[in-house]
């Protein structure tokens, strides 16, 4: 019994493995654009996706993952018209009925069916289009829907169940992307050493970090723009044993107080502790530092900054969906604040 439900917790994260980013992030970017143009999203299926286009639509009216006005999430298997057109005309029209009321040009219309072949939900796509709504599949690797669709988000199996925990990764990751697309915050992450102060290997002393001339000035401006400010630093000295914790705190406390001296502040500090050698996925380019950042600040990273002076730096926002900026002798620190608050 255990090798059978290990099997089935292996498969269901193989599928989920299998999605495809690309399609999520297209599809999100289309739902926002709607959405900032003031239309609706309709979500539509039968049974447990029924249920799926209930949740995800009440994602969008609701929040997903932090406090911010609603979104226009609307789903169409309210029981009183599935049940009247039914009833009146025939169950494979209850949703193109649906649309053909409430659907303008411009709005989404989302489809879940892990055959891909539902005939009310093809229906209702056809009408969409006659309107000159965009449509959007969620279904499994087989099935039409996916091919009449004007953007598909496939999950790569053709087991039901699976079909259905796949619709649910994706989708939340397509409302998280929405949410921090229309509501998220901007922020500009910093590298500490050789960005805004001088690098001295293994810094054990506050007295030793010296921020370079004007960074204050530079991160306040920053404040005052609207720009979260977080340092994101590789520390490998405490996982060498050069010092601990405690003493990085400390280092911190004092550029911390240099920087406030002249009315900045910066918002948060995230560190890497460990040893090049240990494999961790927050040393820089690895993004667990970021990823940290963006989940407890909800920041949209497409309106972000990342500012380093290194190749694992501009790695690291790359890979985060940052737009990055390189500091050198010829470029500063201030330079990159200057470049990002005049829009060049």
């Known amino acids: 019994m255990k090798g059978i439900v290990e099997h089935e917790f292996r498969t269901a994260a193989e599928t989920i493995s299998g999605l495809d980013a690309s399609q999520v992030i297209e599809v999100a970017d ?22 799926d286009a209930q949740h995800l639509a009440a994602e969008l009216s609701g929040r997903y993952l932090f406090d911010r006005p609603g979104m226009p999430g609307v789903c169409l298997s309210n029981v009183a018209p599935i049940t009247a057109v039914g009833n009146d005309y025939g169950y494979d029209i209850v949703f193109s009925r649906q649309i053909e009321a409430f659907a303008r040009k411009g709005d989404v219309v989302i489809g879940l ?9 093809i229906l209702a796509f056809e009408k969409a289009k006659d309107i000159g709504a965009i449509t959007v599949s969620f279904t499994g690797d087989g099935g039409a829907m996916k091919d009449m669709a004007d953007y598909a988000i496939i999950i790569p199996s053709k087991e039901t169940p699976h079909i259905q925990e796949g619709y649910l990764v994706a989708g939340h990751m397509m409302c998280g992307l929405i ?19 001088k690098d001295v290997p293994y810094c054990d002393d506050p007295d030793k970090l010296v921020l370079f001339k004007g960074v204050p000035k530079s991160i306040k401006r920053l404040n005052d723009a609207g720009y979260l400010v977080i340092i994101v630093t590789n520390q490998s000295g405490i996982g060498r044993g050069r010092f601990d914790e405690s003493v990085l705190e400390k280092v911190h406390e004092k550029m911390l107080y240099d920087i406030s001296s002249e009315g900045g502040h ?41 500012i380093g002076n290194s190749d694992s730096d501009m790695e690291f926002g790359e890979r985060l969906g940052c737009n990055t900026l390189r500091v050198s002798e010829k470029f500063t620190f201030n330079d990159a604040v200057d470049w990002i608050l005049d829009g060049s």
């Open 30 to 51: 289309v739902i926002t654009e709607a959405i900032r143009r003031g239309n609706q999203v309709f979500f539509m299926g039968n049974g447990g996706s029924s249920a």
């Open 266 to 306: 910066v918002d948060d500090i995230f560190f890497c502790p460990h040893h090049p050698d240990d494999g961790c996925g927050c040393r820089k380019p690895e993004i667990g530092m970021g990823i940290a950042a963006v989940k407890k600040y909800h920041i949209d990273v497409r309106n972000s900054f990342m």
């Open 179 to 197: 949410e921090r697309n229309m509501f998220g915050r901007k922020a500009v992450l910093i590298d500490r050493d050789d960005t805004i102060a």
């Open 113 to 121: 069916s892990t055959s891909g072949n539902s005939k009310n939900v």
